[in-house]
Nanobody, 123 residues
Framework: QVRLVESGGGLVQAGGSLRLSCAAS????????MGWYRQSPGKQRELVAA???????IYADSVKGRFTISKDNAKNTVYLQMSSLKPEDTAVYYC?????????????????WGQGTQVTVSS
């Protein structure tokens, strides 16, 4: 069974930095996309950043220039380096993976979510 486990959240002052990690484990055949979403109270979950095929990355306008997503294909891990953090970045951050589970002979594509990690930015 595929699992995504996030780590690296915490409390930081405005202007500070944090690095989130998301490791995918299990019977993974291949990784199509991995990304970070966030949700704050009373708001819908929103895309923060994602890695698409190859070296293509996308970012929400609100984090461009401040956040950087990267990946380690060998470890099936994606990172989110967050800098110049603002109080409005406070949210639960979720990792999402668009993965193929299984073997060459039997595999299926599915989306998986991590359990979330809290990021709190104080003013």
């Amino acid at each position: 069974q595929v699992r995504l486990v996030e780590s690296g959240g915490g409390l930081v002052q405005a202007g500070g930095s944090l690095r989130l990690s998301c490791a995918a484990s299990g019977n993974i055949f291949s990784v199509n996309r991995m990304g970070w979403y966030r949700q704050s109270p009373g708001k819908q979950r929103e895309l923060v950043a994602a890695t698409l095929g190859g070296d293509i990355t996308i970012y929400a306008d609100s984090v461009k220039g401040r956040f950087t997503i990267s990946k380690d294909n060998a470890k099936n891990t994606v990172y989110l380096q967050m800098s110049s953090l603002k109080p409005e970045d406070t949210a639960v951050y979720y990792c999402k993976g668009d993965l193929v589970e299984g073997t060459t002979w039997s595999r299926r594509r599915n989306e998986y979510w991590g359990q979330g990690t809290q990021v709190t930015v104080s003013s």
